[in-house]
């Protein structure tokens, strides 16, 4: 007999998806605060910072090469076709954001010749110091953080239309128990 398609992600793909959107939240609402932080303080605060988004940035490999090897559940027959269409592209974009963003951070800090310091561990900066590539990329870093969190703020949206508007089981293929 043929196995009925999942109508939910695997418990891999939606572990991925809320240890990392707790991450990702932590590390961008650090790095929204730095400007009101004193030199002192934010010291402490970027080295958290730079811990936190360096396990978003294994984690983000990791899911992506789960999700290469992972087909997603198919959509309900009933989406609308405009939505069929976007969805796919949409989360494309949040997939190249949860690697490049964390990937232009790195690039942001190694330069400045300083170790991310993990207490246990430390990570050295494995590259020469170099302050004027740090800062270019500080700039990348910086448009691509505002992106993904407007692109975040879009996907909450949409999941909670879901949920509340539509009620048409989306919501529920990434949360683990019963269907909501
Ligand atoms: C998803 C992951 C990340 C997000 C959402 C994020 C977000 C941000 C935000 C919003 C800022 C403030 C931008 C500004 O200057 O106005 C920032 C700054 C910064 N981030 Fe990230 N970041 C992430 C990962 C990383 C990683 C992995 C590193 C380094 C290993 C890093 C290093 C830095 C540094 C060095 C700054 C500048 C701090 C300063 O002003 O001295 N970030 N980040
Ligand atoms: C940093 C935060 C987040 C990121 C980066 C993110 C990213 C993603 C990505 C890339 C997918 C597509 C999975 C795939 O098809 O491979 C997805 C699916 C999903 N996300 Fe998020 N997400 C975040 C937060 C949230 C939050 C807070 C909610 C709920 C309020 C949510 C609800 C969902 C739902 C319901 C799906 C499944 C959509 C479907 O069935 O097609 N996400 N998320």
Redesign the pocket.
Same mark, same amino acid.
């Given at each position: 007999m043929a196995e009925t398609p999942s109508s939910k992600?695997d418990a891999v793909?939606m572990t991925l $998806?809320w240890l990392?959107?707790a991450l #990702?939240?932590a590390v961008a609402v650090i790095g929204l605060l730095f400007d009101l932080m004193d030199r002192e303080t934010k010291l402490v605060w970027v080295n958290i910072h730079n811990c936190l988004g360096l396990a978003v940035l294994v984690l983000a490999v990791g899911r992506i090469v789960w999700?290469l090897t992972h087909r997603?559940p198919d959509?309900p027959a009933t989406i609308d076709a405009i939505i069929r269409k976007l969805?796919g592209p949409g $989360?494309l974009v949040?997939?190249v954001l #949860?690697f490049a963003v964390p990937a232009l951070g790195a690039l942001t800090f190694f330069p400045r010749g300083q170790p991310v310091d993990f207490s246990l561990f430390q990570i050295p900066p494995l590259m020469t110091p170099d302050r004027a590539f740090g800062r270019s990329m500080h700039g990348l870093h910086q448009i691509g953080a505002y992106i993904l969190i407007g692109a975040?703020c879009l996907?909450?949206a949409m999941?909670?239309w879901?949920r509340l508007v539509k009620r048409d089981g989306?919501?529920g293929?990434?949360v683990p128990g019963r269907s909501i």
């Amino acid at each position: 007999m043929a196995e009925t398609p999942s109508s939910k992600y695997d418990a891999v793909a939606m572990t991925l $998806h809320w240890l990392m959107a707790a991450l #990702i939240t932590a590390v961008a609402v650090i790095g929204l605060l730095f400007d009101l932080m004193d030199r002192e303080t934010k010291l402490v605060w970027v080295n958290i910072h730079n811990c936190l988004g360096l396990a978003v940035l294994v984690l983000a490999v990791g899911r992506i090469v789960w999700r290469l090897t992972h087909r997603p559940p198919d959509l309900p027959a009933t989406i609308d076709a405009i939505i069929r269409k976007l969805s796919g592209p949409g $989360h494309l974009v949040l997939y190249v954001l #949860i690697f490049a963003v964390p990937a232009l951070g790195a690039l942001t800090f190694f330069p400045r010749g300083q170790p991310v310091d993990f207490s246990l561990f430390q990570i050295p900066p494995l590259m020469t110091p170099d302050r004027a590539f740090g800062r270019s990329m500080h700039g990348l870093h910086q448009i691509g953080a505002y992106i993904l969190i407007g692109a975040v703020c879009l996907h909450v949206a949409m999941a909670l239309w879901h949920r509340l508007v539509k009620r048409d089981g989306i919501f529920g293929r990434m949360v683990p128990g019963r269907s909501i």
